[in-house]
């Protein structure tokens, strides 16, 4: 075994899911974050743009030319594996996915995650 896999198997890992969700550019990932952090005590959560094409809505494009992609915010969320049903039909209620053009969500599997806590006393951020 090599120092680095020695070093590594000490570390606290557990089986988990990726729930990733497709939202508009519209502060519903930022809803999304703070209802997962409130209501489940969620803070491995990410959030970033990106442009989709179709996620939201039918892509009707002009004969031979491509769809005009919009911009869209994509938030991964990392949950045990045993919580992982729950969250992701918490996901789908919080970010309003029902609507039209609210997105999509997906699940798979993760490797491995570390699990970690946040110190106390954290301020919350402004809203």
């Keep these: 075994m090599t120092a680095s896999v020695e070093a590594s198997s000490s570390v606290p890992c557990e089986p988990c899911k990726l729930i990733t969700a497709v939202v508009p550019d519209d502060g519903s990932d930022l809803t999304l974050m703070r209802a997962l952090r409130d209501e489940k005590g969620i803070v491995r959560a990410n959030s970033f743009s990106c442009y989709g094409s179709s996620i939201l809505a039918e892509a009707r ?37 029902g609507r039209p053009g609210g997105g999509i969500v997906l699940q798979q599997a993760a490797p491995v995650a570390t699990p970690y806590m946040m110190p106390e006393g954290l301020p919350d951020e402004a809203r």
């Excluded at 030319?65 to 938030?75: G, N, S, T, Y």
């Design 61 to 97: 494009p002009r004969r031979g030319k491509l769809p005009v992609p919009k911009l869209v915010r994509m938030v991964e969320i990392v949950v045990a594996e045993t919580d992982a049903e729950d969250v992701f039909s918490f996901v789908c209620n919080a970010a309003d996915i």
